[in-house]
Structure formats: C-alpha cells, structure tokens
C-alpha cells in the first residue's frame, strides 16, 4: 500500500482548508484558460495521476475522457466522483496504444518522479499530432518544502531541462505560467 492508498480518504478534505483552497482555485483557474488557448479538438483525453479528481474536470467533457492513478484508492474516489473510466496504472509505462489521445493532462504528478524523462516519453509517444499536453512542476521555494513534508517525496525538476526533454518528444511549448505554488505548461505535439 501506497502513501497515496494512505492519504485516500482524507485527501479531498485537506485541500478544501484555507489557504490550500485558495491556492487551488488560483490554479484551476490559471490551468482552464492555458487550455482554452489550445486548438478545439475531438477524440479522446487522459488525466494522468487524477487523485481523486480535482484534475479531472479540466478535461472538457466533450471529449472521451480517461483518468490514470498509480494508487487504486485514489482511482477508486475519482471514479465516485465523476464516474469516469479509470485505469490503474504507472503514468511512466501506460497500457494505452501510440498516438491516441487528442489531450493529455499532468496535474501535480511530475514533482513525484525522480526524472521527468519516462513520463515525457509515454506523453510523447500518446499524444496525437497537434494534439496538445498540459503539465505543471513545483518550483523552488519555501511552498514546495512546506509540501514535501505532509506526503510523499517531491523533486523540483530543472525547467529548462523538462522544456528541453520535451522538444526531443515533438512536444513543444505553446503557452506557459508561473506561481509560487505550480509552474504550468502547454505543450504541442508537431
Ligand atoms: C498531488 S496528487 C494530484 C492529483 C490531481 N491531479 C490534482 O491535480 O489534484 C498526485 C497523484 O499522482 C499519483 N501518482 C504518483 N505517482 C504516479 C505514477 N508514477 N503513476 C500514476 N500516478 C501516480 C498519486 O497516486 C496521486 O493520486
């Protein structure tokens, strides 16, 4: 069992304490106009590493929609919560076939990996052409250190480097903003 399994049940209520609230709507809000920058698509979309679903509903509900969490009480929640089609899986080793999703979002999910370079290689191989990525990092500072100690481990990813990485996927960068809390990108798969 998972620390994520662990923190399942509560872990809708924490985020709902201020100024994590805040600091989420802020975001949510700052991440659903990056997306409305993006080309109008149809097909299908992905939520990798959906928790209980906070990320989900980003995704427009016009598109065919799919959550992926690596922790089956957290997939168990976002499936509650939004009967959505979830897939209990590793973000960094999807059993989903090349080129299919028309958008892919990453929320809050690449500061758990030591290296960004597995996930950004399944996005890479996923995403359709001028299909679009949404994705956010932690950045330096006194928030992310306040964050890595309620739960699992967090690594503050090198943004030049993550950028980089993308591009040698065909992923390039299309829109991006930064706060304290989340440094969120778009992406465009050429
Ligand atoms: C901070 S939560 C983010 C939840 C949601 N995306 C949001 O924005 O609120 C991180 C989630 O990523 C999942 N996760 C961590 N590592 C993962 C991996 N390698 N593959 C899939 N999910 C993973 C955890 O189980 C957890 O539910």
């Given amino acids: 069992m998972s620390i994520w399994d662990l923190q399942a049940p509560l872990y809708h209520l ?31 979309a992905l939520d990798l590493g959906s928790g209980p679903g906070h990320s989900f509903p980003l995704l427009p509900d016009a598109l065919a929609r799919v959550g992926v969490d690596q922790s089956p009480a957290m997939a168990k929640r976002c499936r509650a919560h939004h009967h959505a ?19 892919i979002s990453a929320v809050g ?16 191989r996923m995403c359709r052409s001028q299909g679009s990525v ?16 309620t739960g699992a481990r967090l690594t503050v990813h ?5 950028i980089e990485a993308a591009q040698r996927r065909s992923l ?8 304290f809390s989340q440094q969120l990108f778009l992406l465009q798969k050429r």
Avoid at 23 to 32: G, M, Q, Y
Avoid at 113 to 122: A, D, G, K, Q, R
């Fill in 158 to 162: 090198n943004l030049d480097a993550v």
């Fill in 85 to 103: 089609m979830m897939v209990v899986a590793d973000a960094c080793a999807l059993p989903f076939k090349s080129d299919l999703f028309t958008l």
């Fill in 134 to 149: 949404l994705l956010t990092t932690s950045p330096q500072g006194l928030f992310t250190r306040l964050r890595s100690l």
């Fill in 14 to 44: 924490q985020r709902r304490l201020w100024p994590l609230s805040v600091i989420l709507r802020n975001e949510t809000s700052l991440a659903s106009r990056l997306l409305a920058s993006r080309p109008h698509s149809d097909g299908w």
């Fill in 172 to 179: 390039f960068l299309t829109g991006a903003v930064h706060t």
């Fill in 109 to 124: 999910l690449m500061e758990y990996l030591p290296s960004p370079e597995p996930l950004l290689t399944e996005l890479g």
